[in-house]
């Protein structure tokens, strides 16, 4: 199993940024899918999910400003960004698994950084 996540970069807050987390070697169309983030110094958390049937779920924080998607022809899915605040600032991550679920795979991916200032 391989992830890989990749769209993180510096933003300003109140910007906008694009994340994607392709999956290789894992079923994916049959799967739900979620985003994790890791804040500096900080456990990681899971901040939004996608279900088999689209059905999405998002942490508070980020409830209303972040949109998780998927393409289950390409084996991706994204998570966009908006309104950003120096709190959205950390390691993203992506794994197997709903919402009441734990992660699913015992593999992480690198990560994607997300580094946010005013």
């Known amino acids: 199993v391989h992830l890989m996540e990749s769209g993180g970069d510096q933003a300003q807050v109140g910007g906008s940024l694009r994340l994607s987390c392709t999956v290789s070697?894992?079923?994916?169309?049959?799967?739900?899918w979620g985003w994790y983030r890791q804040p500096p110094g900080q456990a990681r958390e899971k901040i939004a999910t996608i279900g088999v049937f689209h059905g999405t779920t998002y942490a508070n924080s980020v409830e209303g400003r972040f949109t998780i998607s998927r393409d289950n022809g390409a084996g991706t899915i994204f998570l966009q960004m908006n309104n950003l605040t120096i709190d959205d600032t950390g390691t993203y991550y992506c794994?197997?698994?709903?919402?009441?679920?734990?992660?699913?795979?015992?593999?992480w991916g690198q990560g994607t950084q997300v580094t946010v200032s005013s």
């Open positions: 070697g894992q079923s994916f169309t049959l799967n739900a």
């Open positions: 794994n197997m698994g709903g919402w009441y679920d734990g992660p699913s795979l015992p593999v």
